[in-house]
Protein backbone atom coordinates (compact mmCIF):
# COMPACT_ATOMS: atom_id res chain seq x y z
CA UNK A 1 0.00 0.00 0.00
CA UNK A 2 1.69 3.59 -1.17
CA UNK A 3 1.53 6.54 0.97
CA UNK A 4 -1.67 7.94 -1.07
CA UNK A 5 -3.76 4.77 -0.17
CA UNK A 6 -3.00 4.34 2.69
CA UNK A 7 -3.77 7.96 3.53
CA UNK A 8 -7.16 7.09 2.45
CA UNK A 9 -7.17 4.40 4.25
CA UNK A 10 -6.47 6.52 7.49
CA UNK A 11 -9.31 8.60 6.24
CA UNK A 12 -11.74 6.29 5.89
CA UNK A 13 -10.85 4.13 8.61
CA UNK A 14 -11.09 6.94 10.84
CA UNK A 15 -13.94 9.47 10.00
CA UNK A 16 -16.59 7.66 11.97
CA UNK A 17 -14.38 8.29 15.27
CA UNK A 18 -13.55 12.10 14.39
CA UNK A 19 -17.52 12.18 14.35
CA UNK A 20 -17.82 10.45 17.86
CA UNK A 21 -15.14 12.20 19.66
CA UNK A 22 -14.82 15.53 18.16
CA UNK A 23 -12.25 18.28 17.99
CA UNK A 24 -9.21 16.20 19.93
CA UNK A 25 -9.65 13.20 18.06
CA UNK A 26 -9.46 15.86 15.04
CA UNK A 27 -6.68 17.05 15.87
CA UNK A 28 -4.91 13.96 17.04
CA UNK A 29 -5.59 13.37 13.59
CA UNK A 30 -4.21 15.84 11.68
CA UNK A 31 -0.66 15.81 13.67
CA UNK A 32 -0.39 12.57 12.71
CA UNK A 33 -0.47 13.18 9.22
CA UNK A 34 1.54 16.13 9.57
CA UNK A 35 4.56 14.03 10.88
CA UNK A 36 4.31 12.83 6.94
CA UNK A 37 6.94 13.92 4.08
CA UNK A 38 6.02 16.46 1.76
CA UNK A 39 5.79 13.30 -1.07
CA UNK A 40 2.83 11.60 1.06
CA UNK A 41 0.60 14.77 1.17
CA UNK A 42 1.62 15.21 -2.72
CA UNK A 43 0.46 11.54 -3.13
CA UNK A 44 -2.98 12.48 -0.57
CA UNK A 45 -3.56 15.81 -2.88
CA UNK A 46 -3.30 14.10 -6.34
CA UNK A 47 -5.76 10.79 -5.26
CA UNK A 48 -7.64 13.77 -4.03
CA UNK A 49 -7.96 15.40 -7.20
CA UNK A 50 -8.63 12.48 -8.82
CA UNK A 51 -11.65 11.30 -7.14
CA UNK A 52 -13.19 14.83 -7.29
CA UNK A 53 -12.83 14.94 -10.99
CA UNK A 54 -14.16 11.60 -11.33
CA UNK A 55 -17.36 12.58 -9.07
CA UNK A 56 -17.53 15.27 -11.04
CA UNK A 57 -17.84 13.64 -13.96
CA UNK A 58 -20.08 11.58 -13.04
CA UNK A 59 -22.16 14.35 -11.69
CA UNK A 60 -22.12 16.23 -14.99
CA UNK A 61 -22.99 12.83 -17.11
CA UNK A 62 -25.91 12.28 -14.55
CA UNK A 63 -27.63 15.73 -15.03
CA UNK A 64 -26.27 16.63 -18.94
CA UNK A 65 -29.49 17.47 -20.79
CA UNK A 66 -29.82 18.49 -24.19
CA UNK A 67 -31.87 21.44 -25.07
CA UNK A 68 -35.62 20.81 -26.22
CA UNK A 69 -36.69 22.66 -29.64
CA UNK A 70 -39.86 25.03 -28.96
CA UNK A 71 -42.15 22.75 -30.72
CA UNK A 72 -41.65 19.72 -28.46
CA UNK A 73 -43.20 22.16 -25.70
CA UNK A 74 -45.67 24.02 -27.47
CA UNK A 75 -48.33 21.30 -27.18
CA UNK A 76 -48.32 21.22 -22.93
CA UNK A 77 -46.96 24.87 -22.55
CA UNK A 78 -48.98 26.97 -25.24
CA UNK A 79 -52.07 25.05 -26.44
CA UNK A 80 -54.59 27.06 -27.89
CA UNK A 81 -57.38 26.14 -25.54
CA UNK A 82 -55.82 28.31 -23.02
CA UNK A 83 -55.05 31.53 -25.74
CA UNK A 84 -51.79 31.40 -26.34
CA UNK A 85 -50.59 32.71 -29.83
CA UNK A 86 -47.10 33.44 -31.31
CA UNK A 87 -47.04 36.85 -32.48
CA UNK A 88 -44.00 38.58 -34.49
CA UNK A 89 -42.06 40.82 -32.64
CA UNK A 90 -39.51 42.64 -34.87
CA UNK A 91 -38.34 38.86 -35.67
CA UNK A 92 -38.80 37.30 -32.78
CA UNK A 93 -41.27 34.90 -32.04
CA UNK A 94 -43.22 36.01 -28.95
CA UNK A 95 -45.53 33.52 -26.52
CA UNK A 96 -48.43 35.52 -25.67
CA UNK A 97 -51.90 35.33 -24.03
CA UNK A 98 -54.35 37.90 -24.63
CA UNK A 99 -57.54 38.18 -23.00
CA UNK A 100 -60.93 39.14 -21.66
CA UNK A 101 -63.15 41.50 -23.18
CA UNK A 102 -61.00 42.62 -26.39
CA UNK A 103 -60.68 42.96 -30.35
CA UNK A 104 -57.30 40.82 -30.49
CA UNK A 105 -55.19 41.70 -33.34
CA UNK A 106 -53.99 38.99 -35.38
CA UNK A 107 -52.16 40.54 -37.91
CA UNK A 108 -48.99 39.71 -36.62
CA UNK A 109 -50.20 36.11 -35.60
CA UNK A 110 -47.86 33.34 -35.90
CA UNK A 111 -49.17 29.87 -36.48
CA UNK A 112 -50.46 27.59 -33.63
CA UNK A 113 -49.82 24.12 -32.43
CA UNK A 114 -52.80 22.18 -32.08
CA UNK A 115 -52.47 19.75 -28.84
CA UNK A 116 -54.23 18.89 -25.97
CA UNK A 117 -53.16 20.04 -22.28
CA UNK A 118 -52.76 19.05 -19.03
CA UNK A 119 -53.98 22.54 -17.89
CA UNK A 120 -57.78 23.16 -17.15
CA UNK A 121 -59.03 24.54 -20.26
CA UNK A 122 -59.43 28.52 -19.92
CA UNK A 123 -61.87 29.77 -23.03
CA UNK A 124 -60.20 33.27 -24.07
CA UNK A 125 -62.61 36.23 -24.72
CA UNK A 126 -62.35 36.55 -28.67
CA UNK A 127 -65.84 38.71 -29.12
CA UNK A 128 -66.19 41.92 -30.93
CA UNK A 129 -66.90 43.55 -27.28
CA UNK A 130 -64.63 47.19 -27.44
CA UNK A 131 -62.20 47.84 -24.20
CA UNK A 132 -64.44 48.49 -21.44
CA UNK A 133 -64.84 52.52 -20.99
CA UNK A 134 -62.48 53.32 -18.16
CA UNK A 135 -60.93 49.94 -17.94
CA UNK A 136 -56.62 50.20 -19.07
CA UNK A 137 -55.73 46.78 -20.00
CA UNK A 138 -53.06 45.15 -18.38
CA UNK A 139 -49.64 43.88 -18.56
CA UNK A 140 -48.32 41.43 -16.81
CA UNK A 141 -44.63 40.95 -16.88
CA UNK A 142 -42.95 38.14 -15.02
CA UNK A 143 -39.28 37.57 -13.31
CA UNK A 144 -36.16 36.19 -13.70
CA UNK A 145 -36.60 32.12 -15.08
CA UNK A 146 -40.31 32.27 -14.36
CA UNK A 147 -43.05 32.70 -17.62
CA UNK A 148 -46.40 34.07 -18.49
CA UNK A 149 -47.46 30.98 -16.86
CA UNK A 150 -46.69 32.34 -12.98
CA UNK A 151 -50.03 34.83 -13.76
CA UNK A 152 -52.48 32.27 -14.44
CA UNK A 153 -54.43 33.28 -11.00
CA UNK A 154 -54.33 36.81 -11.59
CA UNK A 155 -55.30 36.25 -15.46
CA UNK A 156 -58.31 34.42 -14.30
CA UNK A 157 -59.89 36.77 -12.17
CA UNK A 158 -58.75 40.24 -14.13
CA UNK A 159 -59.55 38.90 -17.38
CA UNK A 160 -63.70 38.71 -16.24
CA UNK A 161 -64.00 42.72 -16.84
CA UNK A 162 -60.58 44.13 -18.86
CA UNK A 163 -58.24 42.83 -21.50
CA UNK A 164 -55.34 41.18 -19.92
CA UNK A 165 -52.07 40.70 -21.93
CA UNK A 166 -49.25 38.77 -20.68
CA UNK A 167 -45.72 37.06 -22.44
CA UNK A 168 -42.75 35.21 -21.87
CA UNK A 169 -39.97 37.75 -22.22
CA UNK A 170 -36.86 37.41 -24.27
CA UNK A 171 -35.12 34.65 -22.67
CA UNK A 172 -37.34 32.78 -20.82
CA UNK A 173 -40.66 30.32 -21.38
CA UNK A 174 -41.22 29.90 -24.86
CA UNK A 175 -40.37 32.69 -26.39
CA UNK A 176 -36.64 32.05 -26.03
CA UNK A 177 -33.80 34.05 -26.63
CA UNK A 178 -33.12 37.47 -28.26
CA UNK A 179 -33.28 36.85 -32.52
CA UNK A 180 -34.02 38.66 -35.90
CA UNK A 181 -33.85 42.56 -34.90
CA UNK A 182 -32.93 42.25 -31.20
CA UNK A 183 -29.73 40.59 -32.01
CA UNK A 184 -28.66 44.19 -33.45
CA UNK A 185 -29.78 45.72 -30.13
CA UNK A 186 -26.98 46.73 -27.81
CA UNK A 187 -25.63 43.34 -29.34
CA UNK A 188 -28.73 41.26 -28.31
CA UNK A 189 -27.75 41.77 -24.80
CA UNK A 190 -30.11 41.49 -22.39
CA UNK A 191 -29.86 44.38 -20.57
CA UNK A 192 -32.98 46.51 -18.88
CA UNK A 193 -32.62 49.13 -22.00
CA UNK A 194 -33.51 46.32 -24.43
CA UNK A 195 -36.64 44.59 -22.15
CA UNK A 196 -37.66 47.76 -22.37
CA UNK A 197 -37.97 48.45 -26.00
CA UNK A 198 -38.90 45.39 -26.08
CA UNK A 199 -42.36 45.62 -24.07
CA UNK A 200 -43.06 48.85 -26.24
CA UNK A 201 -42.11 47.15 -29.05
CA UNK A 202 -45.11 44.25 -28.01
CA UNK A 203 -47.65 46.44 -27.35
CA UNK A 204 -46.83 47.60 -30.70
CA UNK A 205 -47.43 44.74 -32.51
CA UNK A 206 -50.52 43.86 -30.60
CA UNK A 207 -51.82 46.59 -31.48
CA UNK A 208 -51.94 48.52 -27.69
CA UNK A 209 -52.88 52.12 -28.52
CA UNK A 210 -54.37 53.01 -24.97
CA UNK A 211 -52.95 53.63 -21.71
CA UNK A 212 -51.73 50.61 -19.99
CA UNK A 213 -51.31 49.23 -15.84
CA UNK A 214 -47.77 47.96 -16.49
CA UNK A 215 -47.86 45.12 -13.11
CA UNK A 216 -44.51 42.87 -12.88
CA UNK A 217 -43.02 40.91 -10.43
CA UNK A 218 -38.93 40.78 -9.64
CA UNK A 219 -37.22 41.23 -12.87
CA UNK A 220 -40.25 41.60 -14.40
CA UNK A 221 -41.32 44.76 -11.78
CA UNK A 222 -38.43 46.72 -12.94
CA UNK A 223 -38.97 45.93 -16.17
CA UNK A 224 -42.11 47.31 -15.78
CA UNK A 225 -40.64 50.93 -14.21
CA UNK A 226 -37.86 51.04 -16.54
CA UNK A 227 -40.73 51.11 -19.31
CA UNK A 228 -42.19 53.82 -17.71
CA UNK A 229 -39.34 55.56 -17.51
CA UNK A 230 -37.99 54.76 -21.31
CA UNK A 231 -41.36 56.46 -22.44
CA UNK A 232 -41.32 59.31 -19.65
CA UNK A 233 -39.74 61.79 -22.39
CA UNK A 234 -41.68 60.52 -25.63
CA UNK A 235 -44.92 58.69 -24.84
CA UNK A 236 -45.72 59.15 -21.20
CA UNK A 237 -49.45 58.74 -21.40
CA UNK A 238 -48.52 55.00 -22.94
CA UNK A 239 -48.49 53.58 -18.94
CA UNK A 240 -51.29 54.52 -16.88
CA UNK A 241 -50.14 52.44 -13.06
CA UNK A 242 -47.97 50.48 -11.76
CA UNK A 243 -47.90 47.62 -9.73
CA UNK A 244 -44.90 46.12 -8.43
CA UNK A 245 -44.69 43.02 -7.24
CA UNK A 246 -41.50 42.26 -5.07
CA UNK A 247 -39.80 44.06 -7.60
CA UNK A 248 -36.02 44.78 -8.53
CA UNK A 249 -34.23 48.51 -8.37
CA UNK A 250 -32.42 48.76 -5.17
CA UNK A 251 -29.52 47.28 -4.13
CA UNK A 252 -30.17 44.05 -1.72
CA UNK A 253 -28.16 41.20 -0.21
CA UNK A 254 -30.02 37.94 -0.51
CA UNK A 255 -30.92 35.72 2.46
CA UNK A 256 -31.39 32.79 0.08
CA UNK A 257 -30.63 33.18 -3.80
CA UNK A 258 -31.69 30.41 -5.74
CA UNK A 259 -28.34 27.85 -6.76
CA UNK A 260 -29.30 28.28 -10.76
CA UNK A 261 -28.98 31.94 -10.44
CA UNK A 262 -26.02 31.94 -8.34
CA UNK A 263 -23.92 29.42 -10.84
CA UNK A 264 -25.30 31.14 -14.36
CA UNK A 265 -23.17 34.49 -13.10
CA UNK A 266 -20.40 32.83 -13.04
CA UNK A 267 -19.09 32.75 -16.51
CA UNK A 268 -16.26 29.92 -16.27
CA UNK A 269 -18.83 27.61 -15.31
CA UNK A 270 -21.41 28.07 -18.60
CA UNK A 271 -20.41 24.78 -20.24
CA UNK A 272 -21.49 23.20 -17.20
CA UNK A 273 -25.04 25.41 -16.37
CA UNK A 274 -25.74 25.49 -20.19
CA UNK A 275 -26.00 21.56 -20.49
CA UNK A 276 -27.25 20.13 -16.80
CA UNK A 277 -30.06 20.96 -14.92
CA UNK A 278 -30.57 18.86 -11.80
CA UNK A 279 -34.31 18.48 -11.31
CA UNK A 280 -33.71 18.15 -7.43
CA UNK A 281 -31.65 21.60 -7.53
CA UNK A 282 -34.45 23.34 -9.41
CA UNK A 283 -37.03 21.97 -7.09
CA UNK A 284 -35.11 23.96 -4.17
CA UNK A 285 -34.45 26.81 -5.87
CA UNK A 286 -38.47 27.18 -6.56
CA UNK A 287 -39.07 26.05 -3.17
CA UNK A 288 -37.24 28.91 -1.97
CA UNK A 289 -39.08 31.74 -3.38
CA UNK A 290 -42.07 30.51 -1.75
CA UNK A 291 -43.37 31.56 1.52
CA UNK A 292 -44.78 28.41 2.02
CA UNK A 293 -42.76 25.52 0.26
CA UNK A 294 -45.33 23.30 0.72
CA UNK A 295 -47.22 24.97 -1.58
CA UNK A 296 -45.25 23.60 -4.56
CA UNK A 297 -46.07 20.62 -6.89
CA UNK A 298 -44.64 18.28 -8.87
CA UNK A 299 -46.44 19.91 -12.03
CA UNK A 300 -45.08 23.25 -11.25
CA UNK A 301 -41.60 21.81 -10.84
CA UNK A 302 -42.33 20.30 -14.15
CA UNK A 303 -43.27 23.93 -15.88
CA UNK A 304 -40.25 25.07 -14.71
CA UNK A 305 -38.04 22.37 -15.13
CA UNK A 306 -39.28 21.90 -19.06
CA UNK A 307 -39.43 25.56 -19.51
CA UNK A 308 -35.72 26.23 -18.70
CA UNK A 309 -34.79 23.36 -20.87
CA UNK A 310 -36.64 25.22 -23.91
CA UNK A 311 -33.61 25.50 -26.34
CA UNK A 312 -31.62 28.90 -25.99
CA UNK A 313 -32.70 29.31 -22.82
CA UNK A 314 -29.60 28.53 -20.12
CA UNK A 315 -27.65 30.40 -22.30
CA UNK A 316 -29.39 33.19 -22.01
CA UNK A 317 -30.04 33.24 -17.86
CA UNK A 318 -26.17 33.49 -18.06
CA UNK A 319 -26.02 36.29 -19.90
CA UNK A 320 -29.00 37.89 -17.97
CA UNK A 321 -27.29 37.22 -14.33
CA UNK A 322 -24.32 38.53 -16.15
CA UNK A 323 -25.49 42.13 -17.18
CA UNK A 324 -24.58 44.70 -14.38
CA UNK A 325 -27.15 44.81 -11.62
CA UNK A 326 -29.21 48.50 -12.48
CA UNK A 327 -29.91 50.46 -9.32
CA UNK A 328 -31.31 53.93 -10.30
CA UNK A 329 -33.24 54.51 -6.94
CA UNK A 330 -32.74 58.80 -9.06
CA UNK A 331 -35.22 57.42 -12.01
CA UNK A 332 -37.42 55.47 -9.67
CA UNK A 333 -38.34 58.71 -7.48
CA UNK A 334 -39.47 60.54 -10.65
CA UNK A 335 -42.02 57.47 -11.32
CA UNK A 336 -45.52 59.96 -11.81
CA UNK A 337 -47.96 57.23 -12.29
CA UNK A 338 -50.24 55.52 -9.18
CA UNK A 339 -48.68 52.66 -7.78
CA UNK A 340 -48.97 49.91 -5.93
CA UNK A 341 -46.64 47.95 -4.68
CA UNK A 342 -47.17 44.38 -3.55
CA UNK A 343 -44.41 42.10 -1.28
CA UNK A 344 -44.11 38.84 0.39
CA UNK A 345 -43.25 39.10 4.07
CA UNK A 346 -41.33 36.18 3.51
CA UNK A 347 -38.97 37.01 0.28
CA UNK A 348 -35.64 35.48 1.12
CA UNK A 349 -34.54 36.91 -2.04
CA UNK A 350 -35.27 40.57 -2.47
CA UNK A 351 -35.57 41.94 1.11
CA UNK A 352 -38.84 43.42 2.50
CA UNK A 353 -36.73 46.36 3.35
CA UNK A 354 -36.90 47.01 -0.06
CA UNK A 355 -40.76 47.70 -0.23
CA UNK A 356 -40.13 50.60 2.08
CA UNK A 357 -37.66 52.10 -0.65
CA UNK A 358 -40.17 52.05 -3.36
CA UNK A 359 -42.62 53.30 -0.83
CA UNK A 360 -40.44 56.46 -0.25
CA UNK A 361 -39.47 57.42 -3.35
CA UNK A 362 -42.52 57.15 -5.35
CA UNK A 363 -44.66 60.14 -4.71
CA UNK A 364 -48.60 58.85 -3.55
CA UNK A 365 -47.45 54.87 -3.90
CA UNK A 366 -49.78 52.32 -1.85
CA UNK A 367 -47.76 49.13 -0.15
CA UNK A 368 -49.33 45.83 0.20
CA UNK A 369 -47.06 43.33 3.00
CA UNK A 370 -48.17 40.05 3.10
CA UNK A 371 -46.60 38.63 6.25
CA UNK A 372 -46.48 35.00 5.04
CA UNK A 373 -46.16 35.10 1.18
CA UNK A 374 -42.35 34.41 -0.60
CA UNK A 375 -40.84 35.95 -3.72
CA UNK A 376 -43.84 34.98 -6.44
CA UNK A 377 -46.54 36.09 -3.87
CA UNK A 378 -48.77 35.97 -7.22
CA UNK A 379 -48.16 32.52 -7.52
CA UNK A 380 -48.32 31.20 -4.19
CA UNK A 381 -51.82 32.92 -3.60
CA UNK A 382 -53.43 34.50 -6.83
CA UNK A 383 -56.64 35.14 -4.69
CA UNK A 384 -54.96 37.26 -1.77
CA UNK A 385 -53.13 39.09 -4.01
CA UNK A 386 -55.52 39.56 -7.05
CA UNK A 387 -58.36 41.22 -4.19
CA UNK A 388 -55.22 43.94 -3.47
CA UNK A 389 -54.78 44.69 -7.21
CA UNK A 390 -58.51 44.96 -7.66
CA UNK A 391 -58.69 47.19 -4.77
CA UNK A 392 -55.56 49.48 -6.20
CA UNK A 393 -57.40 49.45 -9.98
CA UNK A 394 -60.70 50.70 -8.45
CA UNK A 395 -59.29 53.40 -7.12
CA UNK A 396 -59.86 56.49 -9.08
Known sequence: MNCAQSAIYFIVRDAPDLGRVGCGAAWAYANRL???????WRGVVVVGVEFLLVFLAVAFALSWRADRPVATLVGRWAPEALGSRFVEVRGMA???????PHTPNTSEEGPHTPSTSEERPRTPNTSEEEPRHGLEPIVLLHGTGASLHTWDGWAAELAKTRRVIRFDL???GLTGPYAGHWLNEEGGRYSLLNYAQFVTATLDALGVTQPVVLAGNSLGGQIAWETADYLRTTQPQR????????SAGYDFTPIDMPKAFQAAEIA??????ENTLPRFLLAQDVRSVYGDPGK???QLIDRYYELALREGNRRALGLRMREPRSIAPERIAQITQPTLILWGGQDRLIPPSNAALFAHDIKGSQLV???RLG??????????TVAAVQAFLAQK
Open 34 to 40: SRGSINE
Open 94 to 100: VHVRDEG
Open 170 to 172: PGF
Open 239 to 246: VAKLILVD
Open 268 to 273: LLSPIT
Open 296 to 298: VTP
Open 369 to 371: MLD
Open 375 to 384: HVPQEEDPKQ
